[in-house]
């Protein structure tokens, strides 16, 4: 049976377009002269189904439930945000601009954060999907935040504190974490009653702990951060 070359050039096209990228090429043995007749001889496809190898960090350990807006590197540079990874890991190792000691993420096509020398707190956030893994060596301390049962009056407090304005009580916490206003913040006390705008966010320095517990009932949350070291 004779070979039509136009024929076969289609059929080779057909293949390129629906062949998967994971399957061998199909190899065809072409006849010197196509207009005789010959036998074509064909390499089965072959498909892996395995999806691609993903990189693993040997000696690292993973935290969940982080804040992935806290920088966790004292050093400025030392932080890096790249969105839609599928494989942080292999981020933080071909990180070039410093040496990534972890990385924040919440798996594949999520954003990847990329941190330096960990040597800030680790906070926790309730309810977070966001994980940490923290590289062998790096060090740190991871911080939990706690609100107490019962809702205080900061203004009767006699210790030194700031009062500002949050929109909510993730914003109030950052104000602390940033510690800016109220350098050493161990603790804040927000409260969502608009009749408190522009002074519903109160922070607290670690000075403050000791007099926390003589605050009076009132309409605000009080939220206490503590540390261990790892």
Request: proline share 7%; hydrophobic share 30%.
């Amino acid at each position: 049976m004779g070979i039509n070359k136009a024929f076969l050039i289609t059929q080779l096209r057909f293949f390129h377009r629906f062949s998967s990228p994971n399957c061998s090429p199909v190899l065809i043995a072409l006849p010197t002269n196509l207009n005789t007749t010959a036998t074509t001889t064909k390499k089965p496809v072959t498909c892996s189904t395995t999806p691609p190898p993903t990189t693993t960090i040997p000696n690292s350990w993973t935290i969940g439930g982080v804040n992935p807006r806290v920088r966790l590197s004292s050093v400025r540079g030392n932080y890096k945000r790249y969105p839609n990874v599928q494989d942080c890991a292999s981020k933080c190792a071909q990180e070039t601009n410093f040496t990534c000691r972890g990385f924040v993420s919440k798996g594949p096509g999520s954003d990847c954060v990329l941190h330096g020398e960990i040597d800030l707190p680790i906070v926790k956030q309730t309810g977070s999907r966001w994980f940490l893994v923290k590289l062998d060596g790096a060090s740190g301390k991871m911080c939990f935040w706690t609100d107490d049962p019962k809702k205080i009056n900061p203004t009767t407090i006699s210790s030194q504190k700031e009062v500002t304005s949050a929109d909510n009580q993730n914003g109030c916490r950052a104000l602390c974490l940033i510690g800016k206003l109220q350098p050493d913040c161990i603790a804040y006390a927000f409260s969502t009653n608009p009749i408190y705008k522009p002074n519903n966010c109160y922070l607290f320095s670690v000075e403050s702990i000791y007099y926390l517990t003589e605050a009076a009932t009132g309409d605000f949350t009080l939220s206490r951060k503590s540390c261990q070291y790892s």
